[in-house]
């Protein structure tokens, strides 16, 4: 592996604290899947200590011995005093909550609620491949809505899949995942508002992954819950420090209903509340309680090494295609003027020794695409280009 150069300031940045070497000794997916010469950028974990928050939590959990299963509020009542301050949303009912194992698992008993076997599930793709993944193993049928050319989401497209989703007299749900993954899109109030009211309009029910929602990184940039924008008082959501905080390997989430869907929540089986981590609800609860200052330390690392890597891609690989992302801590490449073919990442991986998310299992239009993950180094960053730029000289 080439030796990467290591900044030893001291920094408060906290994507700066851990060395190549420390990371190495990591045993997460991101660090094992791969040979040891190959430089991750590609699944979702970020390379940073917990928050001491965290630390605390789970500490004296194992000193207690505390580690049985979870129960009570305490999860949703942070996550609804977290909301009010970061979002201004003070209309989180704790009432309307449940823990869930993780978003994903959620989002499956969100969509059982609502849904049959074989109706649509509609996604604006490129997204989050799990959605194809559990909503076909849930044996529901997917149905793509893409984003505009601009990256966000074509409400023309939509509606038109709405209508088309509903017309023989069945049920359709919407997987809204907001902030988007891949692009990093922070949809906005109007846009959200208009998805209700066609929710509303066509019986559509709109189940939203807003697990990326604390990680909105571009100075301006807001993140609006979907269950705040009227109409949207039929909708669910799935919350969680996951991302935030990089605690997914301490599963646990929760699940909002909107108003008027109260009634189906209170339908979800008592049992999927025993699914979640314990530890995990500790962790969480400490995060999003304790954690915030931690948390704003990462985004604005997360801003530096957004902006250091729209400069690296004009300076070293100028054919490649960028919008920078207003939240996740994930960057959508456009590579295909690289004459790479449709699966660029598999020759980052090959010839460059750096994995990359390829972008054909995110749906139409990922072929031709990689996604990078930024939640690292300047210096790890910055090695990642240079072998991606050494491919193609």
């Known amino acids: 592996m080439t030796s990467i150069p290591w900044d030893q300031s001291g920094a408060p940045n906290p994507l700066r604290a851990l060395t190549p070497d420390q990371l190495r000794r990591r045993t997460s997916m991101k660090w094992r899947t791969y040979p040891a010469d190959v430089l991750p950028l590609w699944v979702a974990e970020m390379d940073v200590q917990p928050a001491e928050s965290v630390v605390r939590a789970v500490t004296r959990a194992m000193e207690l011995g505390d580690t049985g299963y979870p129960v009570g509020t305490a999860y949703a009542e942070a996550l609804a005093d977290f909301a009010g301050k970061r979002w201004g949303w003070d209309d989180l009912a704790v009432e309307r909550t449940a823990i869930v194992p993780d978003v994903m698992l959620g989002v499956v ?29 849930l044996d529901r049928r ?39 993954n891949p692009t990093g899109t922070v949809h906005t ?12 309009r066509y019986g559509v029910r709109v189940v939203a992954d807003e ?17 705040s924008v009227p109409g949207a008082e039929r ?89 920078a992302g207003e939240a996740t801590y994930l960057a959508w490449l456009d590579c295909r003027a690289l004459g790479l073919g449709d699966d660029p990442a598999e020759v980052f991986l090959d010839r460059g020794r750096v994995a990359l998310s390829s972008g054909l299992p995110f749906g139409s239009g990922g072929a031709g695409h990689v996604r990078l993950n930024l939640a690292t180094s300047p210096e790890l960053l910055t090695e990642a280009v240079r072998r991606m730029a050494s491919v193609l000289e």
Request: charged share 20%.
């Open 109 to 137: 008993e969100m969509l059982k609620l609502v849904t049959r076997p074989g109706d649509p599930v509609i996604v604006n793709p490129p997204v989050y491949p799990p959605f194809y993944q559990f909503v076909t193993h």
């Open 142 to 180: 997917v149905v793509e809505a893409p984003l505009g050319p601009d990256l966000r989401i074509d409400v023309g497209v939509l509606e038109e899949e709405f209508r088309r989703a509903v017309a023989g007299g069945g049920r359709a749900a919407f997987l809204l995942c907001s902030p988007h």
């Open 189 to 200: 109030a109007g846009e959200l508002a208009a998805v209700a009211a066609l929710a509303e």
């Open 211 to 227: 697990i990326h929602a604390p990680v909105v990184t571009a100075p301006g940039a807001r993140f609006v819950p979907y269950l």
């Open 235 to 323: 909708g669910f959501s799935l919350m969680s420090a996951s991302k935030g905080w990089n605690l997914p390997g301490l599963k646990a989430a929760v699940a909002v209903a909107g108003p008027g869907a109260a009634d189906d929540l209170a339908r979800m089986p008592e049992e999927v509340g025993h699914g979640p981590s314990h530890v995990g609800v500790l962790a969480h609860t400490a995060a999003l309680r304790d954690g915030t200052d931690w948390l704003d330390a990462v985004l604005a690392g997360l801003d530096e090494n957004r902006r250091l890597l729209t400069g690296l891609l004009a300076e070293r690989l100028p054919g490649v295609v960028h919008r």
